[in-house]
């Protein structure tokens, strides 16, 4: 075997192996959750780690009923859902006019949103709540819609500003012009469907991080039939004590769709992560 080869072979060996022990370090806290849920809170305390020799779904029945599950479920799918497609939809269009416009307002436009994913949330979050609060638009799922839209656009409108600064060549839109295509025609009808890669990478990332956001929903939503899965989770929390095994059970439940999401979605994910590594 040449020197060369046998080189690249061990470094395949070294990346291999560094690649099983990332994944088995990022696997054992979802494997001890994924155990935990079929254990009575005595097994937990006692030890966390150990697999019940009497496993119970007590845990997921009594979570299923304290959390109003499907209620929860659906609240969690409609705002993520709706927020989410908002966000994919209202990003993609402004970066198409700002990339394509060419003007002092498309670039005013870029860096005002590009600035504003500096600012943190905590320190809007009071301001936004009092003044949310004195318009009387709290307890409201569309108010926190709007408000996961107006803090998702930032990232989204950079994400398709880099993918199609890249990866969309303007001759193609300016063949759809010859042809007599307008503005809306062509970025529904030829912009658009180029970006499912894309769409497909930022969807996930958005559906992560709406699912099981706790802090906004925690602020917006008050009344019990609109809580979402996170705010539901904490029902398992007291003031002195904590039912964990309900509580480990309820985050089992909460995850599973996002996972069945990601599995079904990573050929895309991968694809428009690999497409968008690019400088905007």
């Not at 060369?4 to 370090?25: D, M, Y």
């Not at 697999?51 to 499907?70: E, G, Q, V």
């Not at 590009?114 to 009071?126: K, L, N, V």
Request: proline content about 5%.
């Amino acid at each position: 075997m040449k020197p060369v080869e046998s080189k690249k072979s061990h470094n395949g060996i070294i990346t291999t192996a560094i690649l099983w022990c990332l994944l088995i370090i990022f696997i054992i806290p979802f494997a001890i959750m994924l155990i935990s849920a079929f254990k009575t809170n005595a097994e937990i305390m006692g030890n966390p780690l150990a697999i019940s020799k009497n496993p119970t779904l007590s845990n997921f029945i009594d979570a299923f009923t304290a959390m109003n599950y499907p209620v929860a479920l659906l609240n969690t799918f409609i705002i993520t859902l709706i927020s989410v497609a908002l966000i994919i939809l209202t990003s993609a269009m402004v970066a198409y006019y700002v990339l394509r416009s060419k003007s002092k307002v498309g670039k005013f436009i870029f860096y005002l949103f590009t600035s504003s994913m500096m600012i943190p949330f905590q320190a809007i979050m009071i301001p936004l709540v009092t003044i949310y609060g004195h318009l009387g638009l709290l307890s409201n799922r569309m108010t926190l819609i709007y408000l996961y839209i107006g803090f998702g656009c930032s990232q989204g409108m950079f994400i398709f500003h880099g993918f199609m600064k890249s990866s969309i060549p303007i001759s193609i839109e300016e063949s759809a012009k010859i042809d007599g295509a307008n503005v809306k025609q062509i970025f529904f009808g030829i912009v658009f469907p180029l970006l499912k890669p894309i769409i497909a990478t930022l969807a996930v990332l958005d559906v992560l991080w709406i699912w099981n956001d706790f802090m906004l929903p925690s602020l917006v939503l008050t009344k019990p039939f609109q809580l979402t899965l996170p705010l539901s989770n904490y029902s398992f929390s007291g003031q002195m004590s904590v039912n964990f095994g309900p509580l480990i059970a309820s985050l089992v439940m909460t995850i599973i769709p996002v996972l069945v999401l990601y599995i079904f979605l990573q050929k895309y994910i991968i694809e428009g992560i690999t497409s968008g590594a690019v400088k905007s």
